[in-house]
């Protein structure tokens, strides 16, 4: 059962609304390493081949971890991304092994935490570039049309509007930060020489077929998706491996298609809804974020619960 089937079955036998387990700000497993804290994710060493990702409820925007949790976003985003992995293994292999947390972490408490949160995943060696994909002129890349007339050094027609659709999807890649620095765009040219250019052009072409398999997917359930990064990684092999989360609201900006209309920005089932709240704050966008408010979590969590709803039901 879904994570959203099993909060519509509790709504479904009860007059109250659906509970929700408490939310998960940071772990300690005592029985594992504990070898990198991202802004969302906490990763821990199994054993040489293999790692166990929890997805947190943590929040972050402007690259700034925000102090309160989103309830239910960490499952949410397993979900999507496993979802993803499933329905895109004939485009590319992807990070997943079939090892279940059951068999790695023994406290039952701890498990109980982590449910429907973890993935078991291989290590790989990632590759240091973000494979941005954009459908829409929206956000910076709009930002960028206005100030030059192209995308991230594309050159597009003159007369674009916001947020409209363009000819066919873009590979607007970026470089990895380091941590507290923002990413940066890069151009093919650069792409080709981190990784090399056959890599590059591997990297580019299974971004937009990735893209297009699920924008159809979601715009068939009433969801645009304008634009998505992924993460890949190379095996020992050297195949191409999809790593991270795929096609979520943390990784995508995803817009409801029945109130999408070109020439403004279109809200957002993404954490575009926390972003716009606190542009309105007087905040440098550095660390400490700023607290939210109780209704900012609470529809920011149900925005995250509607996206999984659309896209799995």
């Keep these: 059962m879904s994570l959203f089937q099993a909060l519509k079955h509790k709504a479904n036998m009860s007059s109250s609304p659906p509970s ?47 102090p309160d949790p989103i309830p239910e976003k960490g499952r949410v985003l397993t979900e999507i991304s496993n979802f993803w992995f499933d329905r895109t293994r004939h485009i590319v292999p992807n990070q997943l092994t079939t090892r279940s947390v059951d068999d790695i972490v023994k406290d039952a408490d701890e498990r109980a935490v982590l449910r429907g949160r973890t993935m078991i995943v291989r290590r790989l060696k990632a590759l240091p570039i973000e494979a941005v994909v954009r459908g829409y002129l929206i956000g910076s890349g709009w930002k960028d049309y206005q100030k030059t007339g192209a995308l991230c050094g594309i050159a597009l027609p003159p007369g ?103 020439g403004t920005s279109p809200p957002s089932f993404d954490k575009q809804f926390v972003r716009d709240y606190l542009e309105t704050l007087d905040w440098n966008k550095k660390a400490p974020g700023p607290s939210l408010p109780a209704d900012i979590i609470r529809k920011t969590s149900a925005n995250y619960l509607e996206a999984l709803r659309r896209l799995t039901s």
């Design 20 to 66: 929700q387990s408490a939310p998960v700000f940071r772990t300690a497993l005592r029985g594992l390493e504990r070898i990198h804290e991202g802004k969302v994710r906490d990763i821990y060493a199994v054993d040489a081949e293999t790692m166990l990702i929890v997805t947190t409820d943590r929040l972050s925007a402007f690259d700034v971890v925000l």
């Design 160 to 262: 674009l509007k916001q947020a409209e659709r363009l000819a066919a999807p873009l590979f607007t890649p970026a470089s990895k930060a380091a941590p507290g620095e923002h990413d940066e765009n890069i151009s093919f040219a650069d792409v080709a020489e981190l990784v090399g250019p056959a890599m590059a052009a591997r990297v580019r072409d299974t971004a937009i077929a990735i893209y297009n398999f699920a924008a159809e997917h979601a715009r068939n359930r009433g969801i645009i998706i304008a634009d998505t990064k992924f993460e890949f990684g190379v095996d020992p092999a050297g195949q191409l491996v999809l790593i991270d989360e795929v096609l979520t609201p943390d990784s995508s900006r995803f817009w409801p298609a029945d109130t999408y209309r070109v």
